[in-house]
């Protein structure tokens, strides 16, 4: 069975700090590794996404996570945060490209103070 | 492109009674998922649909939970005599599966169910 796990349950951090969101899955077939975003009253937003191919993945807005395989992690940094990334985020697996279900961790709240 | 749109956004109802929501995917999406999401966790799966077929089931949906995409276009997802522990944030994805397809699932904004 999959599994994933977000080592913070919050994060707090100055604008303009780095951050680093921790996440480590298991499973025992190949796996697609997800990071979503939800803000305050809003739905769940795909952040980025590996599915194959190079192992750091980046998003729009500055983001990026690297897939680790030996050490089963897919975390999530951004080098300079801002106010408005504050949010929950959270990280999921999937064992067919997001075809099937995403097995979600628990989240990590992100709180950016100025 | 709407977006994926739930109805109705929030519900109050009292324990033992029957309460069902509607999802509305993206209209190209011929994959739609179901999912419970309580106070300081993430979303847990609870059902998918491809077109009008229910392809899997979470163990977490009871006797008292079914689901239904009669046409393959809208999804409904009933709770029959509603307990305090159903109380979540329910939300609805869809996505499109075949070949060369995006594959990630988009999010509505979710119908929060209290019981009381």
């Known amino acids: 069975a999959q599994s994933v796990t977000q080592l913070d349950s919050q994060v707090p951090v100055f604008e303009e700090a780095p951050v680093e969101l921790r996440c480590n899955y298991s499973?025992?077939?190949?796996?697609?590794l997800f990071w979503y975003v939800q803000y305050p009253n809003q739905g769940l937003q795909l952040l980025l996404k590996?599915?194959?191919?190079?192992?750091l993945v980046e998003s729009i807005n500055g983001f990026e996570a690297e897939f680790n395989k030996s050490q089963t992690s897919f975390h999530l940094r951004k080098p300079s945060v801002h106010i408005s990334d504050t949010a929950e985020y959270f990280c999921?697996?999937?064992?067919?490209?997001?075809?099937?279900?995403?097995?979600f961790g628990a989240g990590t709240r992100l709180a950016v103070h100025p | 492109d709407t977006g994926v749109s739930q109805d109705p956004r929030h519900k109050i109802t009292k324990r033992g009674q029957n309460v069902t929501f509607r999802c509305d995917p993206i209209?190209?999406?011929?994959?739609l998922y179901w999912y419970r999401q309580t106070l300081g966790q993430g979303p847990e799966f609870l059902t998918y649909?491809?077109?009008?077929?229910?392809?899997?089931k979470s163990r977490l949906l009871s006797d008292r939970f079914s689901a239904e995409r009669p046409k393959g276009s809208f999804s409904t997802l009933e709770i029959q005599r509603t307990e305090q522990g159903d109380s979540a944030m329910y939300l609805c994805?869809?996505?499109?599966?075949?070949?060369?397809?995006?594959?990630?699932?988009?999010f509505g904004p979710g119908t929060r169910l209290t019981v009381t």
């Open positions: 999921a697996v999937s064992d067919s490209g997001g075809y099937n279900k995403l097995i």
């Open positions: 499973s025992s077939v190949s796996v697609y």
């Open positions: 590996y599915l194959s191919g190079s192992t």
């Open positions: 209209s190209e999406h011929n994959r």
């Open positions: 994805a869809s996505s499109f599966a075949g070949s060369g397809g995006l594959y990630e699932q988009y």
């Open positions: 649909f491809q077109n009008e077929a229910q392809l899997e």
